[in-house]
């Protein structure tokens, strides 16, 4: 596995120039676009990492992984009245299905679905108090106390982040938010700054591979059949309108963020986390994509066939 990945790391280096680093969050555009990292935990306690593995990263939307998570703790299905399930098939800052379907979004990883998950977190507490139990809960889940958001990269795009206020006010005007749109897009923005390594990321995505449980800590983090449905969310949506193309070409459940970093799952086996800033044509990471691909295919991860 450790000289797998050291080989895709090598032929693929080449390649980082090909993406286009995120500049729509300005403090993002400061990348150095030749950063690339690889790493893989197994559920029975392995670890390989190749390259930048242990740099941290604006995690961006793979935060929604957790968000997610959090928020089917807390109100279970009822959250699927406010948020669809369904891969939503436009960019993932689009505004145009809500208008269609009455402010309620696709799915949760979507930028709307994820300020909805985001009110939920809320639930009437001040914005630093459910921030703090999203970092809480991600450093429980590394098993990494050193996890931090990365205020610049949250004051930035607090500053420039005028898309995601105009869905959040659309939403709150068909009565899906529940809370301030400040106070909402607070939460949103600083989870979506928490800054990780792919090592630290891949060991956060481990309790998916394990069927709920953290085989680091032996804690069951959700039930098996809610491992399940996060693992089938993030193949159906964790790349927007690129999630038919990464589920053909990689086969396995994943979450990619415009910071360039993708978690994925190979249930029963490992989680792996890559960085490589440049962004295809959908925001996803191109290389990381590439490098997911090369590994699923030599490794012989699908979860379309064992
Ligand atoms: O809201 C945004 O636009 C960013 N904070 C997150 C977007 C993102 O990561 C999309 N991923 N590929």
């Given at each position: ?11 693929l280096?080449?390649?980082?120039s090909?993406g ?49 998570t ?37 799915n ?88 990780m ?15 709920g ?94």
């Open positions: 596995m450790q000289a797998l990945i050291d080989k895709i790391h090598d032929t280096r080449a390649r980082t090909e286009r680093v995120a500049d729509y969050i300005p403090e993002l555009a400061k990348i150095d676009p030749a950063k690339f990292g690889i790493a893989i935990e197994t559920v029975d306690g392995r670890s390989y990492a190749s390259g930048d593995a242990d740099e941290a990263f604006s995690i961006q939307s793979v935060s929604k992984m957790f968000t997610l959090l928020a089917l703790g807390k109100v279970g299905d009822a959250l699927w009245q406010r948020v669809g399930r369904e891969p939503s098939g436009t960019a993932f800052n689009s505004i145009v299905q809500l208008e269609h379907e009455q402010g309620i979004p696709r949760p990883f979507i930028n709307a679905g994820a300020i909805v998950v985001s009110d939920v977190l809320l639930a009437g507490h001040q914005p630093r108090e459910a921030i703090g139990e999203i970092l809480r809960f991600v450093r429980f889940l590394a098993e990494d106390e050193g996890i931090v958001i990365d205020s610049k990269v949250a004051r930035s795009e607090t500053a420039t982040g005028f898309r995601n206020a105009a869905l959040a006010n659309y939403m709150r005007a068909f009565g899906n938010l529940h809370h301030a749109v400040e106070m909402v897009l607070g939460v949103y923005f600083h989870h979506c700054a928490i800054a390594s792919c090592r630290q990321l891949a060991r956060s995505g481990l309790f998916l591979a394990n069927n449980i953290n085989p680091l800590s032996g804690f069951r983090v959700v039930q098996n059949e809610r491992a399940r449905r996060i693992n089938a969310l993030m193949l159906t949506c964790g790349h927007y309108d690129g999630s038919g193309d990464f589920a053909f070409r990689v086969g396995i459940p994943a979450k990619s963020g415009v910071g360039g970093g993708i978690l994925a799952v190979v249930p029963g086996l490992a989680s792996v986390a890559v960085w490589s800033p440049g962004l295809n044509a959908h925001g996803n990471s191109h290389v990381g994509s590439l490098a997911l691909e090369a590994l699923a295919r030599e490794a012989g991860w699908s979860v379309f066939s064992r």
